[in-house]
Structure formats: structure tokens, C-alpha cells
T-cell receptor, first 114, second 113 residues
Framework: GAVVSQHPSWVICKSGTSVKIECRSL??????MFWYRQFPKQSLMLMAT?????????EQGVEKDKFLINHASLTLSTLTVTSAHPEDSSFYIC??????????FGPGTRLTVT | AQSVAQPEDQVNVAEGNPLTVKCTYS??????LFWYVQYPNRGLQFLLK??????LVKGSYGFEAEFNKSQTSFHLKKPSALVSDSALYFC???????????FGTGTRLKVLA
């Protein structure tokens, strides 16, 4: 199946700093990618849809100025958590659809803000 | 509004016994349904999907799911559980006309040796 990678897999940052998470489709092109957030022992919450060459579409309640998404190429989307705070600590997962309708998910990035 | 429900937070089953993880859905139009598995600190792995065709769908690792339109269910099944099947299982439905998924709340499967 298709492969989606994320980098880094784990990051610790200080409160007030920004951190960038990369999501790459390794063997296919993805005009659309999705960013999810998962709290411990909870389901995935869709944050936004990343669109190659255009602005991201954010779900209701997600602060677009805090979670900056850039989809600069057909294989790369980035999520930047700006001015991170401890409540932003979470597991962030990206996904991309490939032919066949299913989504392929990245391995996730665990963000810890101290 | 489209939604997915997984009524069981946790399912315990003895190794070698059959397992069922329940999922019901509510969608407009024809449903595109999926099952994913998640191991600790990992992303989701695709197990199987129903788009159209046979109601019994076979997937990875010996899992299968039965689509039941009248009961709006898509339960995940396996004839003989393995300890290594212990993980978090998510049912999802694709929003019509998009690639967006709506996930259920997840069911933790624990297979006891």
C-alpha cells in the first residue's frame, strides 16, 4: 500500500515557541492531505484539510492562526503549531487519500510542550 | 449529519475465540465504510473497506466485516483472535463527495492468552 511519513515522530518544545511537523506521501502524489489531532485514549479529531496550492480548510473550532498549514507540493504538507502551549500537547496524525478511496495515515507525531 | 458509533469502549476475548467489534453508521446516500487499527504511539493501519458489492468484506490479518444495510452496521470480525490483535480499532465513514473521514470513538480490543 501507499506510504505516508511524518517528521519528527516526537518533539518537545518550550511554551511560546513554534514547531513544524512534516507530512510526506512517499510513493504517490496527494493534492489533498488531512491533519488530525488525537488526545490520549480518544478518537481522531479532524483539524483541517490541506490543499496543494491553495489555502487549507479548517474545521469548526480550530484556530487557523495557531495551526498554520502549508501544502507546497504534491507530496508535502506541513503543520506549524505557533506559540505552543501545554494544552497543545497531543498526538498529531496526517493522512492522504490514494486511489481506491482509502486514506493512508502517517505514523503520527507526539508533541509535548513544556 | 453523518456519524459513526462504536458502542463498546473495550472488548475482551480469549485467544482462539471469535471476536466482534461493533460499528453502526448514519449517512446520507451510499456509505463508504472503513476499519483501521492503531497500535500504541502509532498511526492508523488500514484493515478493510466497503464501497459496494459483497456484504462480507475480507481484509488484512484475517479480519473481515459484514455490511448490513438494514441495520446500518459494519461490524468487524475475526474467527480466531490472537494476542497480537490487541489494539485500538476505529470504524470510519467517508463524507459524501469528499475524502474527509468521520471516525468512531474507537474500541480497545484485548485478547487474553
Amino acid at each position: 500500500g501507499a506510504v505516508v511519513s511524518q517528521h519528527p515522530s516526537w518533539v518537545i518544545c518550550k511554551s511560546g515557541t513554534s514547531v513544524k511537523i512534516e507530512c510526506r506521501s512517499l510513493d504517490f502524489q496527494a493534492t489533498t492531505m488531512f491533519w488530525y489531532r488525537q488526545f490520549p485514549k480518544q478518537s481522531l479529531m479532524l483539524m483541517a484539510t490541506s490543499n496543494e496550492g491553495s489555502k487549507a480548510t479548517y474545521e469548526q473550532g480550530v484556530e487557523k492562526d495557531k495551526f498554520l498549514i502549508n501544502h507546497a507540493s504534491l507530496t508535502l504538507s506541513t503543520l506549524t503549531v505557533t506559540s505552543a502551549h501545554p494544552e497543545d500537547s497531543s498526538f498529531y496524525i496526517c493522512s492522504a487519500p490514494e486511489s481506491g478511496n482509502e486514506q493512508y495515515f502517517g505514523p503520527g507525531t507526539r508533541l509535548t510542550v513544556t | 449529519a453523518q456519524s459513526v458509533a462504536q458502542p463498546e469502549d473495550q472488548v475482551n476475548v480469549a485467544e482462539g475465540n471469535p471476536l466482534t467489534v461493533k460499528c453502526t453508521y448514519s449517512v446520507s446516500g451510499n456509505p463508504y465504510l472503513f476499519w483501521y487499527v492503531q497500535y500504541p504511539n502509532r498511526g492508523l493501519q488500514f484493515l478493510l473497506k466497503y464501497i459496494t458489492g459483497d456484504n462480507l468484506v475480507k481484509g488484512s490479518y484475517g479480519f473481515e466485516a459484514e455490511f448490513n444495510k438494514s441495520q446500518t452496521s459494519f461490524h468487524l470480525k475475526k474467527p480466531s483472535a490472537l494476542v497480537s490483535d490487541s489494539a485500538l480499532y476505529f470504524c470510519a465513514v467517508r463524507v459524501s463527495g469528499t475524502y474527509k473521514y468521520i471516525f468512531g470513538t474507537g474500541t480497545r480490543l484485548k485478547v487474553l492468552a
